[in-house]
């Protein structure tokens, strides 16, 4: 997966994708070599080997540069993995080229709207966003992206509004719920953001940034306890992150 979606309530040598010349070799032999370089690539990423699975997706750019879906997708998988590494800068050039060789790819705006996100380039993340859906209109999580976007603007009807549409077309989808119970507990309204927040962790338990965003709305309404209950929830699935919203509390309760 990319870098991790979960969104945290009050927390939270670049390898480029440029083209280059390759020796002219035929739209057969080219898509051949795609393939194998493919399957390289693959069990790269399987072994942990990412700088290598990467070199390897920027090969295929080349080699099958007659072929714009094959590299187009390569470039995706390369951003995609630059993700998943923080390297959000290299990240961003690589789903740019790739919608220089499709520009129909929802995904690859999304990933562009995610990399510019954590780039904190907010305006241009939430176009991205905005053409990703546009592009298509049942890719829920550019449409959650959308949301989180317009809330970091501090847009936070924006936000609520898009959360609510995503919670009525896609009632089982746990991260809206989340999403939204952050939004209303930012715009002063804790105690509507509570059921929110249950619902979510009913629909994914073991999501940690649940627990975390939970204990935030508790600590907003004053109910240090309750945001106390969250963190010791949170310890059992990731003991770091409990260790952080500790400190938080703490600092809170000063």
Request: net charge positive.
């Amino acid at each position: 997966m990319k870098q991790s979606t979960r969104r945290i309530f009050l927390g939270s040598v670049f390898l480029l994708c440029a083209f280059a010349p390759a020796p002219a070799q035929s739209s057969t032999d080219a898509v051949k070599e795609a393939q194998r370089l493919t399957r390289v690539a693959q069990i790269a990423e399987q072994q942990g080997r990412h700088e290598d699975a990467i070199k390897a997706y920027q090969t295929i750019a080349v080699v099958a540069r007659t072929s714009p879906s094959i590299a187009a997708l390569a470039l995706l998988n390369a951003g995609n993995i630059n993700m998943s590494l923080g390297k959000f800068e290299a990240a961003a050039t690589c789903f740019r080229d790739s919608l220089s060789l499709d520009a129909g790819s929802a995904a690859a705006q999304n990933g562009l709207g995610e990399a510019l996100g954590e780039l904190r380039q907010y305006p241009r993340a939430l176009e991205a966003f905005q053409r990703a859906v546009a592009l298509d209109a049942g890719f829920v999580k550019a449409r959650y992206n959308s949301a989180v976007t317009y809330d970091r603007l501090g847009q936070l009807k924006y936000a609520e509004f898009v959360y609510r549409i995503l919670i009525r077309d896609h009632p089982d989808y746990p991260l809206a719920y989340d999403g939204m119970a952050v939004t209303l507990s930012k715009s002063g309204r804790g105690r509507e953001a509570i059921p929110l927040h249950q619902k979510a962790i009913s629909l994914n338990p073991n999501d940690p940034s649940f627990y975390y965003n939970f204990a935030v709305s508790y600590m907003l309404l004053g109910e240090v306890k309750k945001a106390q209950e969250q963190q010791q929830k949170l310890r059992a699935l990731d003991p770091a992150m409990a260790e952080h919203l500790s400190a938080v509390i703490a600092r809170h309760q000063q």
